[in-house]
């Protein structure tokens, strides 16, 4: 009786919210639930790269309506669409001026190629390339199109690789305050800002070592696809900047034209009749069709893996609010989901994360191992990022595939405290401290440093998490541990090098992943590739807004409905969409592997 007076309070309070505060809401979940018109005959999709992007999409589905940006994983999957479209002529890319994820290009130059590989032209257009970290990256993305326009009068400048590390040491030196960190080893350097002025040997040699592997695989592959010789063109994009009109007489992009004049250019080449449509608008008339396909087929599992990696659940934020962690409550479930579904066959855990704690590592990668020893294949997409956290959640999975210039590795532990009681006393403030017990309860007091024994009991406890990590990566790499010790050390490395290395097992992106992942499981013929985990639904969302019960929600939109209004209908629609999408996956045709 207590449940049903609060189902039904929950009814009436979010009718009260649904009458006064949320009707853009609902206009805005109709407009995406109606189905959209099919795309036009002859289509030519602008995929423009310039806005944020995320490497699987925000947990939240309610977050577009804050900062959104397109998603990696929808991208390359739409374009698998486009590539087998008939309907669509051609592509047009429009490139950042600064720098793109070098992982994210890979990925994405990967699906460029597929895509030209059936035939139909692209076309990058620039409004200027900068000086920025990673534009070299930017250009390769470029030249994988095959046809690089610019704008007139912009710039090229495509010269090299850098990277800025601040350094605070001189600076809470100067004002009293004292970090006291335990490093395990010397290259774990993401304290260094805090305990350094200046770069040490080791914390310099790997981050040169990993911007040069960078470096020479965005010039490599953006020569191999202008079929010039990688040493010359490094040295031609070196002794730049350049203007855009020397750019194009030095052979570094094709053409020099406005946006439109791109447009047109790829308009004609599509035929008479042919029509612009944004990728985003292409995507949605396209998603209902690909998630009915391919039901009743084995399916491989895709469980995604983004951000800083936490205890516990989300939900936690805002419900306009982007969420990129991985929280090991969430994946750990959507990883024994897809153990006991029996229609999958495979997983593939998509991991894209700097790191985060060893207690939430641990968990996820227990679902992993309880994955293979269910007898189904765990294979590891890296993204961006899958170091020192996110290579623990890797580290035994059955193959590990990753972009040649994913981050990946850093082996190793950090740990420690910032210390303030020196720098208030200058003010007249006093920190002092009581305790109740043993004498570690007050190690990690921001008042005073660790005393000898305090430094002693942490330090033991960071060599233990060290061990661990190393057992693991020995254990699921099939490697000594005294090997796994000598590469860990917290260095850094890109996915090429950690392949030679024995860290990583193939370089390549979600479609090898998938590919490999359906070899490990004995599939033959087409497959689905079934998400679990991720994002709700929009009534899931709607009901975190509301603070009811989803069936509330459900109620409160059919009661709605009886009331006349569109909006409500249009709801319910969204929730069927919804449950479509959950059950379906797109098809993979089979591919030589």
Known sequence: MKQFFLTVAGVFVGLALFLIGVPFLLVAMAAGAAKPAAAPARTVLELDLRSNFSDQG????????????????????TLKAAQNDDRVK??????????????????????????RASGKPMIAHSQGLMASGAVTSTYMLGAATGDIWMQPLSSFQVTGMSADNVFFKRALDKYGVKAEYEQRAEYKTAVNPYLQSDYTAAHRESELSWMTSIYQTAVNAAASDRKADAAALARTLEAGPYSAERAKALGLVDHLGLPQ???DALLTKAGSGAKLVEFEDYEARTRRDRAQAGRGRPAIALVGAEGAIVTGEGGGGGPFTADATIYSDDVAEALKEATEDKDVKAIVLRVSSPGGSDT???QILAGVKAAKAAGKPVVVSMGAYAASGGYWISSQASSIVAEPTTLTGSIGVFGGKVTFGDAVSRFGVDMRQLT????????FSSGKGFDPAQRAAFAAWMDEIYAGFISRVAEGRKLPPERVRELARGRVWTGAQA???????????????????????KIDGEVRVKKIGGPGSPLEALERLMGVSESS?????????????PRATRILDAVTEARLRDQGARVLAPRPF
Do not use: C, Q
């Open 58 to 77: 925000d947990s939240n589905p309610l977050a577009a309506f804050g900062a959104g940006g397109e998603s990696l994983m929808t991208v390359v999957d």
């Open 553 to 565: 929600a459900k109620t409160l939109a059919a009661a709605a409905w009886v009331l006349g209004d």
């Open 436 to 443: 109740v017990g043993g004498d570690y309860s007050s190690a």
């Open 360 to 362: 939430a590592s641990e």
């Open 90 to 115: 051609g592509i047009i890319v429009r490139l950042p001026e600064g720098g793109f994820t070098p992982a994210a290009a890979d990925e994405l130059r990967l699906a460029f190629k597929r895509f």
């Open 261 to 263: 004049e791109a447009r």
């Open 499 to 521: 392949k030679e290395l024995g860290l990583v097992d193939e370089l390549g992106g979600i479609e090898e992943a998938v590919a490999k992942a359906k070899s490990l499981a």
